[in-house]
């Protein structure tokens, strides 16, 4: 570290990319377009994309815990559920607006997160996982207990809270799917600010060495403890926005392990865990593969199932992982790189 | 007498769930590996010995003699084909694949049964039951299921501690590499774990099918029971998961005797406040 010979003219260090810097408008180009969705896409075709929209926010938390933080959890739709509920209390009980509602989901969720994270921090690896599954399952049956919120039936969203989202069903449509799109976009470029920040430093020095990082100073427990606050946060926004779509609630549709979490799991596996880009990718496999096998029924499930398992086992980093090495790609890049060619060879320039 | 009764069934019900529980506590304590397909193995047995009685009118635990020893061979090959490729430092390749291998087995199972729910018919066993004290009897069926969970769990006690493989298998848990250095071959250690384990499923689905009702969908509750049970006893010790998966059956009734929605709720309540106050469980032998 004390060895200045990098410095010498031509080594730099850098984060850009040149597909990055080539990626960047198109991307910006690309959020334009879909904000514009309402004025050219149909109403099925919203649905979907909202439907698309949460769940890339859903694997996008999924991953920056599993991938990044180390923590594999089985219960992440313990706060799908808890947004959701946030959602009909709010807006029912409390007379908050439906948007401002969506926002009190994360903040409940995030707060409800303190204590649930202190609790299973104490449990290691595999039995956090489980033991968060657990949790949800608690929740849910708590709230199957709440005859005010329709016990174990559910409930609707009122017609009054509905009509006071937006004038009009295309208005109230059209705000559901801005908002979807505002978080998808919002998460996926908080993450990436997140990685790229001190606190992503930490998180790669406790994924590569936990002892080693405690020793220069990195709070591990702390740091992992708030990525799980976060991920809860947006997690329990994304509950609201799920259930704000869907006007109905039910304990077994709010904290519904295969919708909200394997679904989910699946996205990441197939798509690439650890990275920024894999979850994108395999929300859009996810989607696309459940546009042919929409009939299958369970052989549907079976099948990602199957795919899943054959990614972890054979491709581990899966379809990204494999692109980005191959390739050497990275549209939306975290690492810093260090550009040595010059230095060692003044004439040639290239990258790695 | 009401509660003394719930609680005495809770107790009955804890043999259950520690069947449930120690092919899980036996595959963490040798290899560190926890199967999220753990429920489903054992809904899988539960339907191979309704395959079995229906197709032979055999009595269900005369289906034992068969499935126990096909689940047996089955997780042996699981182990040295798929599951012992994911093992190692990085934790997400065994909880992933296992996950993965969860949800294919309950859909799978739901294609080949449909998702009714169905119940192993035991004739005279299923209703018989002796009187106790008045206001409280005790059925002989969920009598013998704790009589048999004992048992296992003596037997395995015995394998570990008289015999060569429970040798090789204890060391393994104590120190992997160091066994590997010895000459052992841990990749047949590992798969002879999950046969044992396996054999072990086989009982706790024909004994769970003999008791209540089942359909291909509650494979994930039976493993949050059985993990639960493992948790509560102690990481590692076999007696200890015993005695969580009473505590946890107890739990479950006294829940259910205050409102019948309150049963599984119970049993999760008592789990949190266990790793609240006591992470380790109540008597652990190794390390997490």
Request: no cysteine; proline share 3%; hydrophobic share 55%.
């Amino acid at each position: 570290m004390t060895d200045m010979s990098v410095e010498k003219p031509g080594a730099s260090v850098s984060r850009a990319t040149r597909e990055s810097k080539i990626a960047l408008p198109i991307l910006i180009v690309l959020v334009v377009f879909l904000a514009a969705a309402p004025w050219w896409a149909g109403r099925a075709d919203m649905r979907l994309m909202v439907e698309i929209f949460y769940y890339l926010v859903l694997a996008q938390m999924w991953n920056l815990l599993a991938g990044y933080a180390g923590l594999v959890s089985i219960g992440q739709q313990a706060y799908v559920g808890i947004g959701g509920y946030m959602l009909f209390i709010g807006t029912v009980f409390l007379g908050v607006h439906p948007l401002a509602a969506v926002i009190v989901a994360g903040v409940a969720a995030a707060i409800l997160a303190l204590p649930s994270g202190a609790l299973l921090f104490r449990l290691r690896g595999p039995y956090f996982a489980i033991g968060a599954w657990v949790l949800a399952e608690t929740f849910r049956l708590i709230f199957a207990q709440v005859s005010a919120l329709g016990g174990g039936s559910g409930m609707s969203l009122p017609t009054d809270i509905v009509r006071s989202i937006a004038d009009g069903r295309s208005a109230r449509e059209a705000v559901v799917y801005w908002t979807a799109l505002g978080l998808a976009v919002g998460s996926v470029v908080a993450v990436y600010y997140l990685l790229r920040s001190r606190f992503g430093l930490a998180l790669t020095a406790i994924r590569d060495n936990e002892e080693a990082s405690g020793s220069l100073g990195v709070n591990a427990w702390m740091t992992k403890f708030s990525i799980y606050i976060i991920a809860a946060f947006v997690t329990g926004m994304t509950g609201a926005l799920i259930f704000l779509q869907k006007l109905r609630i039910s304990p077994d549709a709010a904290f519904s392990v295969n919708d909200w979490t394997a679904f989910v799991i699946f996205m990441v596996v197939i798509g690439g865990i650890g990275t920024i880009e894999g979850p994108i990718i395999g929300v859009i496999v996810f989607f696309v593969l459940r546009e042919f096998a929409a009939d299958w029924g369970s052989w549907y499930l079976i099948l990602l199932g199957t795919v899943a398992i054959v990614v972890m086992l054979k491709a581990p980093k899966g379809v990204w992982g494999y692109v980005a090495e191959r390739w050497g790609l990275s549209i939306l890049p975290v690492a810093r790189r260090l550009d040595l060619n010059s230095v060692l060879d003044p004439s040639r320039k290239s990258r790695h | 007498m009401e509660w003394i009764n719930a609680i005495v069934q809770g107790v009955l019900l804890g043999g259950l769930y520690a069947l449930f529980a120690t092919g899980l506590s036996l595959m963490f304590g040798v290899m560190r590996f926890v199967n999220i397909a753990h429920g489903d193995f054992i809904i899988i047995a539960a339907f191979a010995a309704f395959t079995l009685t229906s197709l032979t009118g055999m009595h269900p635990l005369a289906t034992l003699i068969v499935v126990a020893p096909v689940l047996a061979l089955a997780g042996y090959a699981n182990q040295r084909l798929i599951l012992n490729r994911t093992l190692g430092k990085d934790i997400l390749p065994p909880l992933l694949v296992t996950f993965g291998m969860s949800v294919v087995l309950q859909n799978l199972m739901l294609e080949a049964f449909t998702a009714d729910s169905r119940r192993l018919q035991s004739g005279a066993l299923e209703t018989a039951s002796f009187q106790v004290i008045d206001g409280l009897s005790i059925g002989v069926l969920p009598l013998l299921v704790f009589l048999v969970a004992v048992a296992v769990i003596w037997s395995l006690q015995r394998v570990f501690y008289g015999t060569g493989v429970g040798r090789l298998l204890r060391a393994t848990s104590d120190d992997q590499t160091t066994v590997k250095l010895m000459g052992a071959n841990n990749a047949h250690i590992f798969a002879i774990a999950t046969a044992i384990a396996s054999f072990v499923v086989a009982i706790a689905g024909v004994f769970l099918a003999m008791r209540t009702n089942f359909d291909p969908s509650i494979g994930p509750a039976r493993l949050l029971f059985a993990f639960e049970a493992v948790i509560i006893g102690g990481l590692g010790n076999l007696w200890g998961t015993l005695a969580g998966g009473i505590l946890l059956g107890v739990a479950q009734n006294i829940g259910a005797q205050i409102d019948p929605g309150f049963q599984v709720l119970f049993g999760h309540l008592v789990f949190l406040a266990i790793i609240a106050v006591r992470p380790e469980g109540l008597f652990p032998r190794i390390k997490a």
